[in-house]
């Protein structure tokens, strides 16, 4: 019988990553990484399954030559540590969830063996003594949480040496024992700085050298870092935002400066992409652009939470406009600007209660 490839990528950090952070952003933080992951796979793996922290893939019948698979996982740490990047560079949540994400690590275990499939709903699943093995090497006393470790049976199978070496891989051999059974394999820790990661576009932070064209501000009791929850955690928005109709989000995507979302006013669909400005070194601040509002040709619409105290805080609603031409100019002034300011008014206004009574 062929031999089947167990292949195994597991976010290191996961239990103490959930346990000392929000829950729910830590939730969205792995699932993205989870899906950078699964977009990276270029060998064809099959996905059995989702393992909390961990994605199992299996390849039937075919084994990768080495090159291919060092470059599997090449491509997967890359993807990983890539995200990581963009998520510490775009991100505007305080919260610890997203503060330590890019302390996250990760670990590939590659083994080789007989299996069967057990089959439900349709879906195949390997198991068997070899699948058991690849998880138990996830249980290994390598001094690293950032490393790849192929086992011997695979690496026999590839012909590969146990001590193979290159620009990224040093393996070393080692082996541990599981149920009184040894298992070889060789490891190499993985230098993060030695990875080609693909360039990505620095946030664009929004500078005007001219006060706001609307500005309302309210106090608010409640810690600061929750009302910046509530701003930017899209599920409350139709809560206290005023006029909208619906609203489009991804829900498994923390919002970062560049995140996109979609409203729906008075039938009107206006695209919005995540913003920021300067503000103080004690103010957070989150903003929102669409260029696709029906009278101007821009809007600028930005959120400034400052700490009063440790269960008090300030929030200054701001919005900026750009209308080109003079009609669209008389228009705003004439129709629009009385209404938008009522409307963001009432906003603020149920944003208040909303964090002061959960209602």
Request: charged residues 25%; glycine residues 4%; negative net charge.
């Amino acid at each position: 019988m062929s031999k089947t490839l167990l292949f195994i990528p597991d976010i290191s950090g996961f239990t103490n990553f959930v346990q000392t952070t929000e829950v729910e952003h830590s939730q969205h933080v792995i699932a993205e990484l989870l899906e950078i992951l699964i977009a990276s796979n270029t060998q064809n793996l099959k996905l059995a399954e989702v393992e909390g922290d961990a994605l199992f893939f299996y390849k039937e019948d075919n084994l990768p030559s080495q090159e291919k698979l060092l470059a599997q996982i090449e491509t997967m740490y890359t993807a990983f540590y890539g995200h990581l990047k963009l998520l510490e560079k775009n991100r505007i949540c305080p919260c610890n969830a997203c503060s330590m994400a890019p302390k996250l690590e990760l670990k590939i275990v590659a083994h080789c063996g007989i299996v069967q499939n057990l089959e439900v709903q349709g879906k195949r699943k390997p198991f068997g003594q070899a699948v058991i093995e690849a998880h138990r090497l996830l249980k290994n006393s390598v001094e690293s949480d950032n490393y790849v470790i192929i086992s011997n049976q695979l690496a026999e199978e590839l012909k590969m040496p146990l001590t193979y070496s290159s620009r990224l891989f040093n393996f070393v051999e080692s082996s541990e024992h599981y149920d009184d059974k040894e298992l070889k394999f060789s490891y190499s820790k993985i230098d993060n700085s030695l990875l080609k990661t693909l360039p990505y576009a620095s946030p664009k932070v929004v500078t005007f050298e001219r006060k706001p064209n609307l500005s309302f501000d309210a106090e608010v009791q409640v810690k600061a870092h929750d009302l910046l929850e509530l701003i930017t955690n899209y599920k409350y928005r139709q809560s206290w935002v005023k006029g909208i109709d619906d609203f489009q989000y991804n829900e498994s995507e923390v919002t970062r400066i560049g995140t996109e979302h979609l409203c729906v006013i008075n039938g009107k669909h206006l695209n919005f992409t995540t913003v920021t400005k300067m503000g103080d070194s004690d103010e957070m601040v989150y903003g929102e652009l669409t260029d696709s509002p029906p009278i101007l040709d821009l809007i600028y619409q930005f959120y400034i939470v400052k700490p009063l105290s440790e269960n008090s805080c300030r929030v200054t609603a701001e919005v900026y406009w750009i209308a080109k031409s003079p009609i669209k100019k008389i228009i705003m002034k004439l129709f629009v600007e009385k209404q938008l300011a009522k409307n963001i008014g009432s906003s603020l206004t149920n944003l208040k209660a909303l964090a002061e009574t959960g209602e």
